[in-house]
């Protein structure tokens, strides 16, 4: 779901009502509710987009439970004891983002759209807070075509450091405003989110009775958007994955989950500020 319409008009509570009270009445899990047995309807949220581009951030320090099948937590536990998603509540899982690259052919200057995709093989490699922050705020860029490579294979960084812009004058200043643009946007939709968690009430009491496990905020925009007067959403953030999503009862306090932790160093993460 948009995470600005839906924190504006309320659907977050009504959609979540159902599964609520069907929950409820689950005491414990079993071998069932690690099966996929429901269908899915499928949504484009990139239809009508030219070149989309796309991040995927899972939220929370805990995907298993007190409930969980043992041989299942170890193996969790194997992937992530002392890792980077105990300390910051994210993990990695993919992008794709679109590099525009001038070249000349013949004589004559031309642009080209590069892809570059990631996926979460490549968040195995991210380490560090400040590497995490890098790659998170190099998706908002449309330049240089192997920078979620280089940003890795050089390693953690301490500076707020911006990804290479090359070409003209003009090319960079308009490439450095689609990024603020970007970002600026990104940001304003997880501070609804976060506000709606914290500050409303349906919000709090879906975070005091419903254990969100294993959701995702996913980031999109469309790279060939580029005229920034005429640039209805800069980028979207939606809301996603409640597969694992259930009744506090039935898994771990919010302040071992992490899942609010994850959503406010998504936003540290992308404006440089300090962790929680």
Same mark, same amino acid.
């Given at each position: 779901?948009?995470?600005?319409?839906?924190?504006?008009?309320?659907?977050? %509570?009504v959609?979540?009502?159902?599964?609520?009270?069907?929950?409820?009445?689950?005491?414990?899990?079993?071998?069932?509710?690690?099966?996929?047995d429901?269908?899915?309807?499928?949504?484009?949220?990139?239809?009508?987009?030219?070149?989309?581009?796309?991040?995927?951030?899972?939220?929370?320090?805990?995907?298993?439970?007190?409930?969980t099948?043992?041989?299942?937590v170890?193996?969790?536990?194997?992937?992530?004891?002392?890792?980077?998603?105990?300390?910051?509540?994210?993990?990695?899982?993919?992008?794709?983002? +679109?590099?525009?690259?001038?070249t000349v052919?013949?004589?004559? %200057?031309?642009?080209?759209?590069?892809?570059?995709?990631?996926?979460?093989?490549?968040?195995?490699?991210?380490?560090?807070?400040?590497?995490?922050?890098?790659?998170?705020?190099?998706?908002f860029?449309?330049?240089?075509?192997?920078?979620?490579?280089?940003?890795?294979?050089?390693?953690?960084?301490?500076?707020?450091?911006? %990804?290479?812009?090359?070409?003209s004058?003009?090319?960079?200043?308009?490439?450095?405003?689609?990024q603020?643009?970007?970002?600026?946007?990104?940001?304003?939709?997880?501070s609804?989110?976060?506000?709606?968690f914290?500050?409303?009430?349906?919000g709090? +009491?879906?975070?005091?009775?419903?254990? +969100?496990?294993?959701?995702?905020?996913? &980031?999109?925009?469309?790279?060939?958007?580029?005229?920034?007067k005429?640039?209805? @959403?800069?980028s979207?953030?939606? &809301?996603?994955?409640f597969?694992?999503?259930?009744?506090?009862?039935? @898994?771990?306090?919010?302040?071992?989950?992490?899942?609010?932790?994850?959503?406010? @160093?998504?936003?540290?993460?992308? &404006? @440089?500020? %300090?962790?929680?």
């Open positions: 779901m948009d995470v600005g319409e839906c924190c504006a008009s309320h659907i977050l %509570p959609l979540f009502a159902q599964l609520y009270l069907d929950m409820r009445r689950v005491q414990a899990f079993d071998e069932r509710f690690e099966r996929t429901w269908g899915l309807c499928l949504m484009d949220v990139t239809a009508g987009m030219r070149e989309p581009c796309v991040m995927d951030l899972k939220l929370g320090c805990y995907r298993v439970s007190h409930m099948r043992q041989a299942k170890h193996r969790v536990e194997k992937k992530d004891s002392g890792k980077l998603v105990r300390q910051v509540g994210l993990r990695f899982t993919w992008m794709r983002r +679109f590099a525009h690259v001038e052919k013949n004589g004559v %200057p031309r642009r080209v759209s590069k892809k570059e995709t990631v996926d979460k093989k490549f968040g195995y490699h991210i380490h560090t807070a400040a590497q995490l922050a890098e790659v998170m705020r190099a998706f860029s449309t330049n240089d075509e192997a920078l979620l490579h280089d940003i890795v294979r050089r390693g953690s960084s301490e500076e707020d450091v911006s %990804p290479r812009v090359g070409g004058t003009h090319h960079v200043a308009g490439e450095q405003s689609l603020r643009a970007r970002r600026r946007a990104a940001g304003e939709r997880i609804k989110l976060i506000h709606f914290e500050k409303t009430g349906e709090l +009491f879906l975070l005091q009775d419903m254990a +969100f496990v294993s959701s995702n905020v996913l &980031f999109v925009y469309d790279a060939a958007e580029e005229d920034l005429s640039l209805r @959403n800069a979207i953030v939606y &809301f996603i994955d597969a694992h999503s259930c009744p506090r009862h039935l @898994n771990f306090e919010e302040e071992k989950l992490g899942f609010v932790k994850g959503l406010k @160093n998504t936003y540290a993460l992308l &404006f @440089n500020e %300090p962790l929680v």
